[in-house]
Nanobody, 125 residues
Framework: QVQLVESGGGLVQAGGSLRLSCAAS????????MGWFRQAPGKDREFVAR????????YYGGSVKGRFTISRDNAQSMVYLQMNSLKPEDTAVYYC??????????????????WGQGTQVTVSS
């Protein structure tokens, strides 16, 4: 079992930056690959980024590649999403998720076992 709690969301102007954090509790955090997803009103949940269990490998959705950076600190059981050059279309609720099958690279929400409650990010134009 892993419990996830996101923080760091808020209101920012276009072009600005935010850093989201995800605190994990439970056993064996280092055994999970971690991902960030987002969901805007009326839209499906969208893959944002994924990081391997060791942190050595990362993967990004096309709309955020080059602007967002995912990282993790296994000693502190934390995952981060640094978001730069934010755009109004980045506005969404952002979710942290854990994948108990870390050997694969998947962008499907259904492949992730544990989810946080989400944090709102609003980017004004």
């Amino acid at each position: 079992q892993v419990q996830l709690v996101e923080s760091g969301g808020g209101l920012v102007q276009a072009g600005g930056s935010l850093r989201l954090s995800c605190a994990a509790s439970g056993r064996n955090f280092g055994n999970y690959a971690m991902g960030w997803f987002r969901q805007a009103p009326g839209k499906d949940r969208e893959f944002v980024a994924r990081i391997s269990s060791s942190g050595s490998s990362t993967y990004y959705g096309g709309s955020v590649k080059g602007r967002f950076t995912i990282s993790r600190d296994n000693a502190q059981s934390m995952v981060y999403l640094q978001m730069n050059s934010l755009k109004p279309e980045d506005t969404a609720v952002y979710y942290c998720a854990a994948d108990s099958s870390p050997w694969r690279t998947t962008t499907r929400p259904s492949d992730y076992t544990y989810w946080g409650q989400g944090t709102q990010v609003t980017v004004s134009s």
